[in-house]
């Protein structure tokens, strides 16, 4: 139930609590008391406000109306903090007159009075809304402390409304004019690089042009603009020292490269590829009689994480976009958490929430992000051909790293992924790069993995599998159901030790996918599809596969799978 609702049976629960202890133990975080004698007096109530600011901007929550304070009923007495009204109260008038002393008014708030213990109580629920703050009329706004409000101090309020989804710290107007605010060499470059791509005349007006990548609106230069192509000065002065720095670190501990700077988004860009290109180099590889070359680093990989680093970062806050090569593993850092829902369990199938839409929408404009977000999979793509694996997202302390390997090749995935560039996706990359020298992996195990990067991960297995054209295949045992590398394949895939599936191997592939499909069925579905002679033949296969558990005896018994992620005892 949300956190702004009452059921008749919750309230009933909490009033019987009450009349036996302190009603101040019962509230929390989003369920406050209030004792309100009449209706007049709720209405006269400057406190009520607040204490619906305080929970709308926390979680929501629920004020109970008729429950006096513990402190007004004799001690022990606690049946008599259950005051309650005689008269029914109305409703619609409180709602009304409550949403006139907030703001917005348009906050979701329920009132609703209950008759129980043969005394009229209201509940009042208010929401937490996820696009804005909840004041009262005079502007004050308040937070939830435990079981108790207070009013929000300012450094809470801004954090408040950076986290909100609406809010778009790149959207605001800055002081300063457009042309004097802005690198004359980066201007240039983008300006010429747009009307190329575009096939317009250089004799486009700047200004016409920064108001048609957005990074002014109508004449007033934005933050987003102003950190895209500005003179580090005005960038300093109008908005914060806002850093980069790239550092190339060897094994040793020798620093090649210790950057730090300042500037536009523009120039950043162009100076951090330069120091990742210095870094990157190309090795040849010859794998099975074939030659084929892979970077050190991938180029598209770090792009991506790169422009994510800048245009999610928290601007709002001064700080430094990182970037950290140790020989072995990239790291790039962005100032400011996760945002909009998005996690790092999630990020590869969540939605895209931009922290910074205008500065989005203006390197969207010059393709540098994707409109669809799928820079974090591009990111996969970039690890997973070369047999690495996929980026490790992390938040510590209000920063957000992306971490890739480096260097590590496994020939077998390269050789595969570059024949067949075209073909070979996330899906298929990530199969490979788990049954790649071990040979099997447990079904769940796949599925698992899929999870993170797609929407429907036994779909994407079915289809990978089958894309991989005789790589793979599809096999099971007693103990469950595996993807192995076929026998055609195990020395290209460097398999020491080939795993043998059971006799029954289709018959295992046959039941879990019918279950995949249909989520359960009966001994005799069962029975036909594994075309099975006997019942007792059926009842056999199924009790030993470990795979599957039943529910339920006799007829009206049904199988469903469970999916064990370990590997057969046969296997090394």
Not at 312 to 337: C, E, I, K, N
Not at 436 to 458: E, F, H, M, R, T
Request: one cysteine or more.
């Amino acid at each position: 139930m949300p956190t702004h609702s009452l059921s008749d049976w919750d309230l009933q629960e909490i009033l019987n609590e009450i009349a036996t202890r302190p009603s101040s133990e019962l509230e929390s975080e989003t369920l406050e008391f209030k004792g309100y004698s009449s209706e007049q007096a709720l209405h006269n109530a400057g406190d009520l406000p607040e204490e619906l600011s305080a929970l709308a901007n926390h979680q929501g929550g629920v004020i109970v109306v008729g429950v006096k304070a513990e402190n007004a009923v004799p001690f022990g007495n606690w049946d008599q903090q259950l005051a309650g009204w005689d008269d029914k109260p109305d409703d619609t008038a409180i709602r009304e007159r409550l949403r006139g002393k907030l703001r917005p008014a348009s906050v979701e708030l329920h009132v609703k009075s209950r008759h129980l213990r043969e005394r009229f109580y209201i509940v009042i629920g208010i929401a937490h809304p996820q696009d804005t703050l909840v004041s009262t009329s005079g502007g004050k706004f308040y937070i939830r402390d435990g079981r108790s409000s207070r009013p929000m101090t300012p450094e809470e309020v801004q954090l408040a409304v950076k986290s909100l989804r609406t809010y778009d710290w790149s959207a605001d107007a800055v002081s300063c004019s457009a042309l004097e605010a802005l690198d004359p060499v980066a201007l240039e470059e983008a300006h010429s690089e747009f009307c190329e791509s575009r096939q317009i005349g250089p004799e486009l007006d700047r200004m016409k042009f920064l108001e048609a990548i957005g990074a002014t609106h109508h004449g007033e230069l934005l933050r987003g603009g102003l950190m895209f192509l500005g003179k580090e000065d005005a960038i300093r002065t109008e908005l914060g020292n806002h850093e980069y720095r790239f550092l190339w670190k060897t094994n040793v501990g020798e620093l090649k490269i210790n950057d730090v700077w300042t500037g536009c988004i523009w120039n950043a860009v162009k100076r951090a590829k330069g120091h990742f290109n210095s870094c990157n180099r190309i090795q040849a590889f010859t794998y099975k009689g074939q030659q084929f070359q892979a970077p050190l680093l991938d180029p598209i990989a770090f792009h991506e994480a790169y422009l994510n680093a800048l245009v999610h970062r928290d601007y709002a806050s001064v700080g430094m976009v990182s970037v950290l090569f140790t020989s072995d593993r990239l790291t790039v850092a962005s100032p400011g958490g996760f945002y909009g829902g998005v996690t790092a369990e999630n990020i590869a199938v969540h939605e895209p929430r931009h922290r910074n839409q205008t500065l989005a929408k203006i390197l969207m404009t010059f393709h540098m992000v994707d409109r669809a977000g799928a820079g974090v999979l591009r990111m996969g793509l970039g690890s997973l051909k070369y047999g690495r694996s996929f980026p490790r997202f992390t938040e510590t302390q209000g920063t957000v790293e992306v971490s890739m390997e480096a260097q590590y090749i496994k020939p077998p995935i390269s050789v595969l992924a570059l024949n067949n560039p075209e073909t070979y996706g996330i899906a298929e990359l990530l199969i490979l790069n788990m049954v790649v020298d071990k040979g099997v992996a447990p079904i769940a195990q796949v599925l698992n993995g899929l999870s993170k990067l797609v929407g429907d991960p036994w779909g994407s297995a079915q289809e990978a599998i089958e894309k991989l054209g005789g790589v793979v295949e599809l096999c099971g045992a007693q103990s469950g159901i595996f993807v192995r590398v076929t026998p055609r394949y195990k020395v290209f895939m460097q398999v020491e030790r080939e795993f043998a599936p059971s006799r029954n191997s289709h018959k295992h592939v046959t039941l879990y996918k019918y279950l995949k499909r249909h989520g359960e069925a009966s001994n005799a579905n069962l029975r036909a599809l594994l075309k099975h002679g006997s019942s007792s033949q059926t009842s056999s296969f199924l009790r030993h596969a470990k795979y599957v558990e039943r529910a339920g005896s006799g007829p009206s018994a049904r199988w469903f799978l469970v999916e064990p992620v370990s590997l057969p005892a046969q296997h090394p």
